[in-house]
């Protein structure tokens, strides 16, 4: 078929086509001597049928008879529709969250050509040192461009307004390369080190009153004066996924911040800025990996330095393959676990189809036996179930654009406003046609080819009754899988209320000086402390003062790798670095030992058991790898997040430093307002904020419960699922039986003995499915195992309560339709054909 | 009534070798295929308009209503560049076709 062809028919006949062959045949009668001309109307349909294409106009046809049969079954198409948007549905949200992390780009300019670029430091992938981004950024051949950020708390003043944001300091390339342009002024980055900041849309709006001449304004960031040069276009956030205030060309920041680190610019060993670029047209990610390779390898050998192995990838927020490797189990976890609740929703919407079509076996046996060919019928069931497939997948769409967004907000907030949105892009949409299609041919293919197969075989009966008892079977076993998990999980949520933290919170407030950002120096730290810490143990209502640099389940850790000089192991411990009073004031005893002075350490218990194993006293001990001398043993508390795994604490005495939080202990919790504005009366360096411990606490449980309570939630769906799916099937054995049981009513059988024929014959299946379930949940449970706070994966007490519920819910399901046979009438349906 | 003896595609074949001698409407195509084959190819109106519909669609003619002979109106048929390139081919295609039925039927081997 040429291509003139085509398009003819694509457009079909002109609108004149009937008219013209109507009078041509006219002449053509008339020119024959008035002739008759036969079946007007069969020419007519034949001149048509040039026009057409014959495949798409039957597919025409059967979508309209399939929109017909499922316009005339409201509530069967209610429930597959919405089966398969819960099914659906939860896969698209969960492919979006994956999306928008690890494979969507940063939203920035021209984002298909930019890539992520890491740097491999001791096993990990991480960023660059400033000197070697320096030197391939000059001399790069294979990428356009390539520019380095890296996030800074910070300390802004703007009149007499001051306030503590997110700055990204960046190479002064770095709108050349990313930028989407400005809402007002211009980039004007002339070099790394020009003292110019430019301000987020957000923060332009909110802080400068979206003022038009805010260029060439100054501000002060953490004590150093900088010179506004524009506002990025709104909806730039760069290329971090919290909302940066405002970026900063890299070097005048770093002077700022990062006090004491005037290396930073010339230390090969610096660690890190984090690099991204954009590729020249017509080049390969690989071909620029290999040059970029080359060109780190030789100048690291140039500077005597180690060679830094380079790799490019996606630049999505996650695509660091260190952090990467941690996120994929988890999300293919949940990933099989929603394709499980998919595989539900289809084998009951195949179920119900096939249900249906025992009803519909005399329509299809008519029309096949009127001449329909097989295939077209199997066709004509199909199209159905693509209909049933393309409204859920309308619906999914939806679903897939607004949940991921709520849960963010409402179930897992994370403190600060993400940057990232969490869009429907076309990776979202290719994913749930994909689903879709497979769903919708996964459930209609089946019972398609039963339907006609049953229309035409004797052997119907038992086989599609089998075929029904397995899919009901595979559904229950999904189901009983789903369910352990969520039994399990919802015991773990009890668990978590019940974890011990090891420090008693109530009471206790932190007071966060905010030093990092005051422009202060390290060494100068201890000073301009030490009268807080003083005037505070001196405020009226306060019992105790304490600082240490890391808070418990205060979101941040600083772990150090030790090595036991006996077994050559390495360990990981988070260090803090407290005042002496920092246990007490927890009340976190010290088991063994004391406290001394400056020059010792406490390790906690699980520590001292992972250095010293065999039951040596660790006690005046020298610290692996240090001068201190162990002088005494905490017990465990929690740190960095709920467990019940101890976590190994090593805890260093110091008088005070740069991040340094101030722990207060209070009888009356009437001052702890006042608290902040007291310590900025006292020094202008501070910026306090305020936060009440037990908040931590309870932020640390919400996160855990909030996690159970989300897959707690989809097994129940799962259980709802399959609950439609033994009811269907339930029903239908009745509707199929409705003579058997007449006759058996009719010769004298008892209510209670039909209800048990009806019940026991779905029972068996679902005993079956739910033992195969139970088998497999056991081994499926493993992959929860970080989630269940210390309860075994095979607990006896989950396990026996999933079968109990779904027992039950199955029982409950076969009941009402076994009910309805109880109150058959056998004069009625003996009749009844 | 089409002629059940009639090659698939052979129509088409002689109904654009019939215009390709001039426009013409239906019923003079009808009449020239009658005259010219003895009478033996007597298309029906069943088998030519779709016939003709579908030198449309696939561009190889054209249509126009023109004054006919008798001073009546009537949709006259012309080849397109297409269709006498289209014609062409058909035509070598079928020679060579009907040769080498001819072979087998004199059961000469080649």
């Excluded at chain 1, 909806?235 to 004491?260: E, N, Q, R, V, Y």
């Excluded at chain 1, 015991?491 to 974890?499: D, F, M, T, Y």
């Excluded at chain 1, 933290?501 to 009471?507: L, R």
């Amino acid at each position: 078929m040429n291509f003139r062809a085509f398009w003819n028919r694509l457009r079909g006949p002109a609108s004149s086509h009937e008219q013209d062959l109507d009078e041509e045949l006219e002449f053509h009668r008339e020119a024959s001597g008035g002739r008759h001309l036969g079946n007007l109307t069969r020419i007519r349909e034949d001149a048509r049928e040039a026009w057409t294409f014959t495949w798409l106009r039957d597919a025409f046809r059967d979508l309209r008879f399939g929109l017909r049969t499922l316009a005339a079954n409201p509530a069967f198409t209610i429930t597959a529709t919405l089966a398969l948007v819960l099914g659906i549905g939860i896969n698209a949200t969960v492919f979006n969250f994956y999306n928008t992390v690890m494979l969507a780009p940063f939203p920035v300019r021209d984002a298909g050509q930019t890539v992520r670029i890491h740097f491999e430091r001791g096993g990990r992938w991480t960023g660059s040192s400033w000197v070697l981004f320096d030197h391939l950024r000059k001399h790069t051949q294979s990428l356009e461009g390539m520019a380095a950020t890296t996030s800074r708390r910070i300390r802004v003043t703007h009149r007499d307004d001051t306030w503590n944001a997110n700055g990204v300091l960046v190479s002064a390339n770095f709108f050349d390369v990313f930028g989407t342009g400005f809402a007002a002024g211009n980039g004007g980055f002339s070099d790394d080190r020009a003292p110019r900041a430019v301000l987020s849309f957000d923060t332009w709006q909110t802080r400068f009153a979206g003022n038009p001449a805010v260029a060439g304004e100054w501000i002060q960031v953490n004590g150093r004066q900088l010179q506004i040069t524009g506002v990025a276009a709104r909806g730039f956030h760069g290329l971090t996924t919290d909302i940066p205030a405002m970026w900063i060309p890299i070097a005048s920041g770093s002077a700022a911040m990062d006090p004491g680190q005037s290396e930073f610019l010339t230390s090969p060993d610096h660690c890190c800025v984090q690099v991204a670029g954009r590729l020249q047209p017509g080049t390969s990610p690989e071909q620029a990996s290999v040059e970029l390779n080359t060109r780190s390898k030789q100048f690291q050998q140039s500077i005597r330095q180690d060679p830094i192995r380079v790799l490019l990838t996606r630049n999505a927020p996650m695509a660091n393959p260190t952090n990467a490797a941690k996120a994929t189990p988890v999300f293919l976890a949940v990933l099989t676990a929603s394709l499980l609740i998919l595989l539900l929703a289809c084998a009951n919407v195949a179920n119900l189809q096939i249900a249906r079509a025992i009803s519909r076996s005399r329509e299809i046996a008519t029309r096949l036996s009127l001449g329909a060919g097989r295939f077209r019928i199997v066709r004509q069931l199909l199209a159905e179930s693509l209909i049933l497939g393309l409204a859920a997948a309308i619906l999914s769409i939806g679903v897939s654009a607004w949940l991921p967004g709520w849960l963010i907000r409402t179930v897992l907030p994370t403190g600060e406003p993400l940057a990232l949105r969490f869009e429907n892009d076309w990776r979202v949409y290719l994913f749930i046609a994909t689903l879709t299609l497979a769903a919708s041919v996964a459930f209609g293919l089946l019972p398609a080819w039963t339907s006609v197969r049953a229309a035409t075989s004797s052997v119907r009966a038992t086989s599609r009754s089998r075929l029904r008892h397995t899919l009901l079977g595979v559904q229950v076993a999904l189901c009983a899988i789903l369910l352990c998990g969520a039994t399990l999980l919802t015991r773990a949520l009890g668990e978590v209320q019940n974890i011990a933290t090891g420090f008693a919170a109530q009471g206790v407030a932190v007071l966060n000086p905010n030093l990092e950002s005051s422009g202060v120096s390290e060494e100068a730290a201890p000073t301009v402390l030490e009268p807080l810490l003083t005037r505070l143990s001196g405020f009226p209502g306060v019992v105790a003062v304490a600082h240490t640099t890391i808070v418990p389940l205060g979101n941040a850790s600083n772990s150090i790798g030790i090595v036991n000089p006996k077994t050559r192991r390495q360990i990981r411990a988070n260090v803090t670095a407290v005042s002496p009073d920092f246990f007490s004031l927890l009340a976190i005893p010290i088991t063994a030992g004391g406290l001394h002075n400056k020059s010792s350490v406490v390790v906690s218990q699980s520590l001292a058991s992972l250095l010293w194993p065999d039951g040596e006293n660790p006690i005046g001990q020298t610290f692996p790898g240090r001068t201190a001398t162990v002088a005494g043993i905490a017990r465990d508390a929690v740190f960095r997040e709920l467990s019940t795994e101890p976590e190994p604490m090593l805890y260093e005495f110091s008088s005070g430093n740069l991040s340094s939080q101030i722990l207060v202990r209070y009888s009356d919790p009437a001052i702890l307002a006042e608290l902040p504005k007291f310590a900025r009366s006292l020094d202008r360096r501070f910026l306090p904020s305020l936060t009440p411990l037990p908040a931590f606490v309870e932020r640390a449980r919400h996160n855990a419960a909030m996690s159970a309570a989300v897959a707690a939630g989809l097994s129940a769906l799962a259980l709802v699922l399959a609950c439609v799916g033994i009811y269907g099937v339930a029903a239908y054995n009745v509707a199929q039986r409705v003579r058997e049981i007449g006759i058996r009513m009719a010769l004298g059988a008892r209510t209670g003995e039909v209800l048990w024929l009806v019940l026991r014959q779905n029972l068996r299946t679902v005993l079956t499915g739910a033992m195969f379930g139970i088998v497999g949940a056991l081994f499926a449970a493993r992959l929860l195992t970080t989630f269940l706070y210390g309860i075994p994966p095979s607990d006896p007490v989950a396990m026996l309560a999933a079968s109990a519920i779904l027992l039950t819910a199955a029982i409950a399901a076969a009941f009402a339709p076994a009910r309805r046979a109880t109150a058959i009438d056998p004069a009625i349906t003996l009749r009844h054909e | 009534m089409p002629q059940p003896d009639l090659l698939p595609g052979t129509l088409d074949l002689l109904v654009l070798k019939t215009i390709s001698r001039g426009s013409l409407h239906g019923y003079g195509i009808a009449q020239y295929l009658l005259q010219i084959s003895d009478s033996v190819l007597q298309v029906g109106e069943g088998s030519l308009y779709p016939a003709l519909q579908r030198l449309l669609v696939n561009g190889w003619a054209e249509a126009e209503w023109r004054q006919s002979e008798t001073g009546r109106r009537a949709r006259y048929y012309t080849i397109t560049t297409a269709g006498k390139k289209r014609l062409a081919a058909e035509e070598a295609q079928f020679e060579a076709m009907v040769g080498a039925i001819h072979m087998v039927l004199r059961g000469r081997t080649a």
